[in-house]
């Protein structure tokens, strides 16, 4: 048990920025963001002497974060049921950027990534963050979204057939960057 609770402390210490990100990519308020990520973590502590910890961590916070924050939009808006999903903005915050040195072509390039980003839907967005940005497989970003992997390849597809419309060599940055 004991073991247990020290690798939950350095989950804790290795994802809070990364659970943080993502909750806060739902423009959810930032207060309510840490609130529900250390409710992922006080359930996981709380039963941690009666199941096994995942062995994808990153994955199952994620995907824990996520469901905490759709429920609490259940409960505020009062739906019935986890199929009438509330729609949400899924925002990603462009700094990865900051990288480079020179000030203007640093911002430069963060508008442009904004813009391309604009050009997706919120679903393509969060796919996009999901999968570039946090490294996560087709099956793990299927399992947070409740879709198919291969919905999951198709989304992305289309995504970057959008953004390569756009500005076709930043979303190669973007790749790139994140890797």
Do not use: C
């Not at 199941?51 to 259940?74: Q, V």
């Not at 959008?162 to 930043?170: D, F, S, Y």
């Amino acid at each position: 048990m004991e073991q247990k609770i020290r690798e939950l402390d350095k989950w804790y210490e290795q994802y809070v920025d990364e659970l943080f990100s993502y909750g806060t990519a739902f423009g959810i308020e930032k207060g309510y963001v840490l609130d529900a990520i250390h409710d992922v973590f006080l359930n996981l502590y709380e039963s941690a002497d009666k199941r096994e910890l995942p062995d994808n961590p990153k994955f199952y916070l994620l995907r824990s974060l996520k469901n905490r924050i759709i429920s609490s939009k259940l409960k505020a808006s009062n739906l019935l049921s986890l199929d009438d999903q509330p729609e949400y903005e899924f925002q990603i915050n462009v700094d990865a950027l900051a990288l480079l040195e020179n000030e203007e072509e640093r911002l430069a390039y963060e508008e442009q990534l904004e813009n391309l980003f604009r050009l997706l839907t919120n679903k393509q967005r969060e796919v996009v963050y999901l999968h570039f940005m946090q490294e996560l497989s087709y099956q793990e970003v299927a399992e947070i979204l409740h879709v198919t992997p291969k919905s999951v390849r198709k989304i992305i597809y289309r995504a970057l057939e959008r953004m390569q419309g756009g500005i076709a060599p930043l979303w190669l940055l973007l790749i790139f960057l994140t890797e």
